[in-house]
């Protein structure tokens, strides 16, 4: 490792649990020796997660791909040959398709509008739809997506639609009713995310008998008894990480100040150096992710060398897009103008519940710098 690789600031530095804050859950582990299925503490868990989740149910995952794809076996079942395609936007993780593709699906990429979101209203009719079985809009960043236009998109089009809300956690806590409802969404709480379990996730759904079909769908088709009878995988959560989830929310109001403060920093400094409108942060995107949005792929690219060269990590969280992934590249899908357009000018930069307000300020005078000069010479 060079002297300059040792000093580098990670893009993102999670923060989970301390071994200490774990312990009491753990020793509960031991005297209960349930170490997964259901056990007390995923209960708990999904109890605790309730809660906050206003009138839908937290069904737990193993991560949110399992969740996505819980959501999908449990709605839309496997892939036909008759409807064998996923109709997925093409800005997002690829996890969103990965999950169509354990369930049987082709993905179709479709494109995006200003903000990153698919529009139901885009889909009404579109060709593919004849052969789609699932729809898979995306709340990109964790930005919600409203719930009423898709349930009518799935009642006009009879196409089930399943919600990747993967890092939307900080919007279901800010605001449950406008995150969930008829169509499940499926969550994340891989470390990387608001709230964690270290890998896990959940689908949160508001009618009992679906609760129910995603439980089943995530735990080999067993409902009751011991009889594979519906689509499924094993998505279930461990004990273990449910063990972490539970920590997790005994501090989650600490660690929200704690990302709240960095975000903080982040705002002052891009205002104090002029460039307050390049800086996408919460509330509009999830308190994970701190980004800027650069004017074009260009000065993007003059973003992405300056902050490597003064050793601040930098990442375009949905690269180019699920399409460019060399593993999709033979997908079928529209033009995507937009989802290109956001791909090549969004950058993250460095963040982390503990990182210092020196750090912040550094990190976007370099930002400024290269901005300023951009718009300059555009
Ligand atoms: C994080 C994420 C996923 C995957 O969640 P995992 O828990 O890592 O499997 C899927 N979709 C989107 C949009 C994500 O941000």
């Known amino acids: 490792m060079s002297g300059n690789e040792a000093r580098r600031v990670?893009?993102?530095?999670?923060?989970?649990?301390?071994?200490?804050?774990?312990?009491?859950?753990?020793?509960?582990?031991?005297?209960?020796?349930t170490y997964t299925n259901h056990g007390p503490l995923v209960a708990e868990l999904e109890d605790r997660l309730a809660a906050t989740a206003g009138d839908a149910t937290f069904v737990t995952a193993s991560n949110g791909t399992m969740a996505i794809a819980g959501a999908i076996l449990a709605t839309a079942g496997w892939a036909t040959p008759e409807r064998v395609l996923a109709i997925v936007p093409g800005f997002t993780f690829v996890a969103s398709?990965?999950?169509a593709r354990l369930c049987g699906y082709r993905p179709?990429?479709?494109?995006?509008?200003?903000?990153?979101?698919?529009?139901?209203?885009?889909?009404?009719?579109?060709?593919?739809?004849?052969?789609?079985?699932?729809?898979?809009?995306?709340?990109?960043?964790?930005?919600?997506?409203?719930q009423a236009p898709w349930e009518r998109f799935e009642r006009e089009s009879g196409i089930p639609v399943v919600i990747d809300a993967a890092a939307s956690f900080d919007f279901?806590?800010?605001?449950?009713?406008?995150?969930?409802?008829?169509?499940?969404?499926?969550?994340?709480?891989?470390?990387?995310?608001?709230?964690?379990?270290?890998?896990?996730?959940?689908?949160l759904v508001t009618d009992a008998t679906l609760a129910a079909r995603v439980t089943q769908a995530l735990n080999f088709g067993f409902y009751a008894n011991r009889?594979?009878?519906?689509?499924?995988?094993?998505?279930?959560?461990?004990?273990?990480?449910?063990?972490?989830?539970?920590?997790?929310?005994?501090?989650?109001?600490?660690?929200?100040?704690d990302l709240d403060r960095t975000i903080g920093y982040y705002r002052a400094a891009a205002s104090d150096e002029g460039i307050g409108d390049a800086l996408l942060a919460w509330p509009d995107v999830a308190r994970c992710y701190?980004?800027?949005?650069?004017?074009?792929?260009?000065?993007?690219?003059?973003?992405?060398?300056?902050?490597?060269?003064?050793?601040?990590?930098?990442?375009?969280?949905?690269?180019?897009?699920?399409?460019?992934?060399?593993?999709?590249?033979?997908?079928?899908r529209d033009a995507l103008p937009a989802t290109e357009a956001l791909g090549a000018t969004l950058l993250a930069v460095p963040s982390a519940p503990d990182i210092p307000e020196a750090t912040v300020r550094a990190i976007v005078r370099v930002a400024a710098h290269v901005l300023r000069e951009g718009s300059v010479t555009a």
């Open 97 to 99: 398709a990965i999950a």
């Open 290 to 332: 701190v980004m800027l949005r650069a004017p074009s792929g260009s000065a993007r690219a003059a973003l992405e060398h300056a902050m490597d060269a003064a050793g601040f990590e930098t990442r375009s969280w949905y690269g180019d897009g699920a399409h460019a992934h060399p593993e999709f590249a033979g997908c079928e």
């Open 172 to 203: 279901l806590e800010r605001d449950a009713a406008g995150l969930t409802g008829a169509i499940p969404v499926a969550i994340s709480t891989h470390a990387t995310k608001s709230f964690s379990t270290g890998e896990g996730g959940g689908v």
């Open 10 to 33: 990670p893009v993102l530095r999670p923060k989970l649990p301390s071994t200490a804050a774990l312990v009491p859950y753990l020793q509960r582990i031991d005297a209960s020796r």
């Open 227 to 257: 009889s594979s009878a519906t689509p499924s995988v094993n998505g279930k959560l461990s004990e273990y990480h449910a063990a972490v989830g539970l920590a997790e929310l005994d501090g989650r109001g600490g660690k929200r100040a």
């Open 108 to 146: 179709y990429f479709v494109d995006v509008d200003a903000n990153g979101a698919l529009q139901a209203d885009a889909l009404r009719a579109h060709p593919a739809l004849a052969r789609a079985g699932v729809v898979i809009p995306v709340a990109p960043f964790g930005r919600p997506v409203a």
